[in-house]
């Protein structure tokens, strides 16, 4: 009922899957990802227990065909699963039962496995396929852009739900706490593709290191807009400001919408945030 990629990027040592479904809360069921070790995607009457397993397996030392092999040998009803892998090195492998409804199918490449059921076409698999391998970014976004070029070329034959994107690294998580670098989920929407890449943006913006050329000192037109949109927003009740009142109402403007991952040296500010800012509409308890 789903169509999905995994992926591996070889340079940041990142593994993940973005995967739809005309299915409530995909992000539940079909990906699963360690760092360090591969990525599965399960789905078509998905059996959950392959993504453990064949992470198990995988930090044994299995490549990703060897350990598709070994979970499907203990599955009786193999031929209603399909399932993608990828393991620590980037080999991929990939299977599609013949009782999936169709149109199922998959296929590997460098870095990637791609696969679907319920699809209008092949089509949807082949263009996952070519638009992962044509994509420059980061792994999230060649495994989103391959995920919409999907959507586009047809996708899930009953329409669209929900969709996840799940990204591991090591000490990629908040904090560098865990390895959960990203790890979103739109589980009903009508169009839950273009959803997911607009949370994806937000992420982006909240929780990626500012970029040096966006860093600026809070000078002249810069220092006008900021004075105007934090008034505006409600954190100080003049639009006229002195550099003081301005610093703290930046800082309390970052602390409140968690930003804290933007901010920068006192006097500075991220141009992200600020063209951000200007998108707001003030809150209810702001006005």
Sequence with gaps: MTFSIVGFDPVEKEWGIAVQSKFLGVGAVVPWAKAGVGAVATQSYANTTYGPKALELMAAGKTAEEALHLILEEDKEQEMRQVGLIDAHGNAATFTGSECYKWAGGVTGPHFAAQGNILVDETTVSQMAATFMD???????????????????????????????????ERGGYGAFNDRYIDLRVDDHPEPIKELIRIYGLQQLYFAPSKQERIVPITGDVETELVQHLGRLGYFKTNIAGKNETLKALTDYLHTENFEMREQEEGYIDLDVLEYMKTQEPSTQQK
């Design 135 to 169: 994509t420059k970014g980061t792994l999230a976004e060649r495994l989103l852009a391959a995920l919409d070029a999907g959507q586009a070329a047809g996708g899930d034959s009953r329409g669209q739900q929900s969709a996840a994107l799940y990204v591991v690294k």
